[in-house]
DNA sequence: GATCTCATCCGCCATA
DNA sequence: ACTATGGCGGATGAGA
């Protein structure tokens, strides 16, 4: 049995510590014997309170010394906590963050000179105090080495499932992932993008949900325009003034993440071809490699049926 | 690889 | 006078 210890602080989010310890306990149900056991720990031990009011109950950090742990999972910021963690990276076999967990590995030295993530709207913070760090802004979570960070909340999840898929495989992981009633494992490297405009709201929310619903379909400016009852000069002002992209840029990009995420999933370059909308292999191919500079086809020969970050 | 064609972007400006 | 709108057309770059 693998022991995981989520570290929580007070005040924190309460989905990122949830979210995680779920999907570890819900290995259980396919596995012979129970592969994880979950400590939920923090600095003074006893309840913590999260951001939503809920409580959590932990155990010191102290009180773990003696534990074999195997995965520890930050959100961190004191002293205490410092220095257990530290002490426990030896030992551990692997560490991560959620969320902006990652400030607190980045100050402890942790994240030199390696990749990471964190939350969209503190990833330019995180450049500018931890010049060392090579933040990947785009990604939902990064494994480097035995380092692995992630974007927060419902990308925690996401992470968990990656870990569970290195013990348990695949199969296991997105049987959980089932159970959880997620509706599809997102790999690390799919971009925050989408869920970015979820939480901007805006005035094109309803639109950008339309368009990404409907990559397939016509989504010329014009067509946009029309969907938005503006005339295409106004739409496409305005778009770009909400949203800091063109109309035209804007769904290339969802198109070339979908793109992404179904090559992954094992779909033929021709058939995402279809599905994303850019209609033909040929001009698939010129815009994935125009952004990620690798075709179709090679990027599903590396990443396919891998849902693990680069 | 050269060349044509077309969509997009965006500054400009008349207009509501 | 001030602002938002929307048509026009040139520059750009992608697709054919």
Redesign the pocket.
Known sequence: MRTVVIVAYEACQLLDVTGPASVFAEAAAFADAAPYRVLLASSAGQFISTEGGVALGTVTVASLREVEVDTLRGLLHDVVLRDFVLAATGRARRIGSICTGAFALAAWGLLDGKRAATHWQAADELTLRFPAVQVDRDALFVEDGAVWTSAGVSTGIDMALALVECDLGRDVASAIAKRLVLQMRRPGHQSQFSAMLEAQGGAYASLVAWISENLADDL???TLAARAR?????F???F?AETGT????FVERLRLDRARALLEAGQSAKEVAGTTGF??L??LG??FK?VYALSPSAYRALHGSVSRAR
């Not at 503006?230 to 106004?234: E, N």
């Not at 063109?246 to 840029?249: I, R, S, Y």
């Open positions: 010329t400016l014009e503006q005339s295409p000069r106004t496409h002002r305005r770009a063109t109309p035209a840029a209609g033909s040929d001009r010129r815009a125009r």
